[in-house]
T-cell receptor, first 115, second 110 residues
Framework: EAGVTQFPSHSVIEKGQTVTLRCDPI?????LYWYRRVMGKEIKFLLH????????ESGMPNNRFLAERTGGTYSTLKVQPAELEDSGVYFC?????????????FGSGTRLTVV | QKEVEQNSGPLSVPEGAIASLNCTYS??????FFWYRQYSGKSPELIMF????GDKEDGRFTAQLNKASQYVSLLIRDSQPSDSATYLC??????????FGTGTRLLVSP
């Protein structure tokens, strides 16, 4: 079974530019989560999709962040325009179980650096 | 006060010893508790979860939960150098999300 795939693995962009991160969940996993870890801080929840619907986007920092999940398959997280404080590692996780944590499989993350 | 607190470490133990990792949480409504292991530059991987007071054992790992004290711990018996990693404690908040601690770095010396 293929795992959760994220790309790019690394991205360095200038402040003000746009970046799009992509996550391909495990096939058949309806639940897809985005989390972020800023340097020195804890991993923080951003949002949760069930299929193509956003169940909870309370963790999204501001309206510069836009997440989509086309057809309930892969998801993208766009940051526009990027700011320095957006730097960090963005993790995606997917699961079949609707309860958070159970059966989570994390992707290897995208390390975003805004300069 | 952070919702999930962990000592950042590093916690250094010799090979073969028991490593004890601790975590406290503030939300009494949290129902489930998780320990993840994360090697440097890699994704978090689930080691154990627990939702009832008491102990839960899986191989060399034992998770302990005390909801009255809002405390969860992870014991690693017969620690190996390959156990050296950052251990993340996470608790559920509501039905949608996990709240993580900052992690404890464990170093097991040969």
């Amino acid at each position: 079974e293929a795992g959760v795939t994220q790309f790019p693995s690394h991205s360095v962009i200038e402040k003000g530019q746009t970046v799009t991160l992509r996550c391909d969940p495990i096939s058949g996993h309806d639940n897809l989560y985005w989390y972020r870890r800023v340097m020195g801080k804890e991993i923080k929840f951003l949002l949760h999709f069930v299929k193509e619907s956003k169940q909870d986007e309370s963790g999204m920092p501001n309206n510069r962040f836009l997440a989509e999940r086309t057809g309930g398959t892969y998801s993208t997280l766009k940051v526009q325009p990027a700011e320095l404080e957006d730097s960090g590692v963005y993790f995606c996780a997917s699961s079949q179980d609707p309860l958070p944590g159970y059966g989570y499989t994390f992707g290897s993350g995208t390390r975003l650096t805004v300069v | 006060q952070k919702e999930v607190e962990q000592n950042s470490g590093p916690l250094s133990v010799p090979e073969g010893a028991i490593a004890s990792l601790n975590c406290t949480y503030s939300d009494r409504g949290s129902q489930s508790f998780f320990w993840y292991r994360q090697y440097s530059g890699k994704s978090p991987e689930l080691i154990m979860f627990i939702y009832s007071n008491g102990d839960k054992e899986d191989g060399r790992f034992t998770a302990q939960l005390n909801k009255a004290s809002q405390y969860v711990s992870l014991l690693i018996r017969d620690s190996q150098p390959s156990d050296s990693a950052t251990y993340l404690c996470a608790v559920t908040r509501g039905f949608q999300k996990l709240v993580f601690g900052t992690g404890t770095r464990l170093l097991v010396s040969p």
